[in-house]
Structure formats: C-alpha cells, structure tokens
C-alpha cells in the first residue's frame, strides 16, 4: 500500500463550481498535511498547510484533515480559470523533513 | 527575493555523458532536497541534505550523486545518464532540519531532462 493515495484522474469543472480533492494516506505518524499548487512548467509553490485534525479556511480555500479516518481533503469555493492547476497533498512526520506525495490531481476550470 | 534557482531549466544529453544540475537558494535554508516527477508517479525523492556535508538517500537514489559543501548550493549529478532518468526534476530548500512546527518547503522552478 502506498504511502499516501491520491486519484490522479484529471478534473473539470465549471467556473464558480466547488473543486473538492482528496488524499488517503496509511502512515498514522504524519501530523503535518499540505497541499500545493503546480502550474504547467512551475515548481509546485504551498497553498494550504494543516496540523493534525480540523478545518482551515484561507480565502476560497479549504483544507480539511481527518486523522481518524487517515483522509485529507481541500474545497476550492468559486472555482475561477486561475484555479487551473495540478494540486497536489503533501505530509510528514513531526520533526521531520521528508514529505510523502501524492500523485496530484490535475484541474481544469472551465470559463 | 526569497528564491530556489535551477540550471540548466532544459536539457537534452546522451546516454553516459556526465552532467551536472546545479541548484541555489539564497533563504539560507539548512534542508534541501532533490526530487524527481514522472507521470503516473507523482514527485520522488532522489536525496536530501539537512546540513553541509550531511547528505542521505530519498526513495529513488540510484544513478545520482549529490554534494553539500556550501549551505547555499546543492548540485544534482548524473555520472552516467540513461534513458529512465528522462524526467522533471526539482530542487527544494526548507528554512529548518528538525523544525516542530510549520516549516514546508518551497521548490525551484524545474529542470527538464532527456537523455537519448
């Protein structure tokens, strides 16, 4: 089993749609949950970052992790065509700097 | 400005001709790494350093060497390229090495690499 889980299957959607993604992982020593965003030819750069369970809200963004369910999920509200990207999770271990990705979810808003 | 540089961005090479993908960071950062994204695989360790001198293995070390003499630079080395290391790579730098709390890292812009 991997380590973290996450359908690659490319996603569209129509502008002002709600995005949701998600992640499943198996290792139950990750506290940190993150997950960033990847333009075309781009380094992935940090949209949301979480510790442990709960929600997190930056603007349109949301991240959700449930530690119980091993289950982490990010909501894009009023999704616009900038939102067009590869989104990937990203965790680790406390005092640790090694990340566990996940494939990445490619979205594409559509105007 | 705060940044992860990369060099060459784009490369095209030949099977067992040395090369060497160089990688800066002027955040003086302790932690980097290097990883590589292929299709269907997502993005993979190749190494890391948590300090100068301190290098280790990530998940897919074989075929690559790195060093870390300088904090700033942390170069990528290909002794003898082959066709399956054809992929994306980058380059990541994080401010701390055992840092608790919310550090992350953040990714230079990507070399893309064939080798024929």
């Known amino acids: 089993q991997k380590e973290v889980e996450q359908d690659p299957g490319p996603l569209s959607v129509p502008e002002g749609a709600i995005v949701s993604l998600n992640c499943t992982y198996s290792?139950?020593?990750?506290?940190?949950f993150m997950w960033y965003r990847q333009y075309s030819r781009k380094g992935p750069e940090l949209l949301m970052y979480t510790y442990s369970s709960g929600n997190k809200e930056d603007g349109r963004f949301t991240a959700q992790v449930d530690k119980s369910s091993k289950y982490i999920s990010l909501f894009i509200r009023d999704s616009q065509p900038s939102d067009s990207a590869t989104y990937l999770c990203a965790m680790r271990k406390g005092g640790n700097n090694r990340l566990a990705f996940g494939k990445g979810n490619q979205v594409v808003v559509i105007p | 400005e705060a940044q992860v540089t990369q060099n060459p961005r784009y490369l095209i090479t030949v099977t067992g001709k040395k090369l060497t993908v160089t990688c800066s960071q002027n955040m003086n950062h302790e932690y980097m790494s290097w990883y590589r994204q292929d299709p269907g695989l997502g993005l993979r360790q190749i190494y890391y350093s948590m300090n100068v001198e301190v290098t280790d293995k990530g998940d897919v070390p074989e075929g690559y060497k790195v060093s870390r003499k300088e904090k700033r630079n942390f170069p990528l080395i290909l002794e003898s390229p082959s066709p399956n290391q054809t992929s994306l790579y980058f380059c990541?730098?994080?401010?701390?090495?055992?840092?608790?709390?919310?550090?992350?890292?953040?990714f230079g812009p990507g070399t893309r690499l064939t080798v024929l």
């Open positions: 290792n139950s020593a990750f506290q940190y």
């Open positions: 990541a730098s994080s401010p701390t090495q055992t840092s608790w709390w919310g550090d992350t890292q953040y």
